[in-house]
């Protein structure tokens, strides 16, 4: 399958594109995007880790992953929170959309270490 010269102009356009917007983001929101990729990342690691060595303790590797994908959509929603061209949360501050993700989080895994058992 030969691509075409047409089509790799458009990736790269598309591409140039996509980093020259992202590089106008404010930096607390780059912060966040980098903490979703980490705790995406994280339990990434968990399901090869599972696929490999095996699911003996099989609550652990639930409770792992939840917390990771939990914490990741937690952060998610801050983001949209916190960031000034969304027009429905014009009117909260900053650190209540943090202390909502603060205490959101502390649920999430007292329910994930109740869960362990």
């Known amino acids: ?3 075409s010269p047409a089509t790799k102009d458009d990736a790269h356009a598309l591409f140039h594109s996509l980093r020259s917007a992202y590089s106008a983001t404010p930096t607390n929101l780059k912060i966040i995007d980098l903490y979703v990729v980490f ?3 994280t339990a ?3 399901v ?3 696929a490999v060595v095996g699911s003996f303790p099989f609550n652990s590797f639930l409770s792992g992953v939840l917390s990771c994908v939990g914490t990741a959509v937690l952060a998610v929603c801050l983001r949209i929170q916190v960031n000034k061209e969304n027009k429905e949360f014009k009117d909260l501050p900053p650190e209540r959309a943090f202390a909502d993700f603060v205490l959101c989080n502390l649920v999430l895994h007292l ?3 109740n869960f362990l058992g």
């Open 1 to 3: 399958m030969v691509r």
């Open 39 to 41: 705790a995406v990342f």
């Open 44 to 46: 990434l690691i968990q």
């Open 48 to 50: 090869v880790y599972l």
């Open 111 to 113: 329910v994930i270490m």
